[in-house]
């Protein structure tokens, strides 16, 4: 496996886990059975880290979606290098920042996570158009 196919493999596996956190809450906080049965899906939490959490995992979700197939492309093309490497590694890093800096309320630190999983992706970009 590729150093950029293993960061892709573990950016996946933290967005999918991302929640995991603010569904335990719901369900600390409604009871097992209240949590569940919601028909219309619009369970309200009393605590903001919750809130902030599910919009980091939302966000996470967004740009995966642009993060993978870029990885996958320069995979499939053979164009794997040191820089892509460090951009994949860039990237997983700066999705776990983002989710726990958004979570605890860190509001510069939070952008500047978003911004270098942009750059990752940016990296990935640069070294398709180049090819």
């Known amino acids: ?11 996946i596996l933290l967005t999918a886990i991302l929640w995991l956190p603010y569904i335990i809450n719901r369900l ?10 919601d028909p219309d899906g619009e369970t309200e939490t009393k605590v903001a880290w919750a809130d902030r959490l599910m919009r980091a995992h939302a966000n996470a979700v967004e740009n995966l979606v642009i993060f993978a197939p870029l990885v996958i492309i320069c995979h499939v093309l053979g164009l794997n290098s ?4 460090i951009a994949a590694t860039l ?3 700066s999705r776990l920042a983002h989710a726990v800096l958004f979570t605890l309320r ?5 952008i500047l996570a978003f911004f270098g999983g942009f750059v990752a992706q940016m990296i990935m970009v640069y070294t398709l158009l180049m090819s």
Not at 1 to 11: G, Y
């Open 1 to 11: 496996m590729t150093t950029e196919l293993f960061w892709l493999v573990l950016s």
């Open 28 to 37: 600390a906080e409604q009871g097992f059975f209240k949590a569940l049965w």
């Open 82 to 85: 040191e820089l892509t490497a």
């Open 91 to 93: 990237y997983f890093f």
């Open 106 to 110: 860190v509001p510069v630190l939070r």
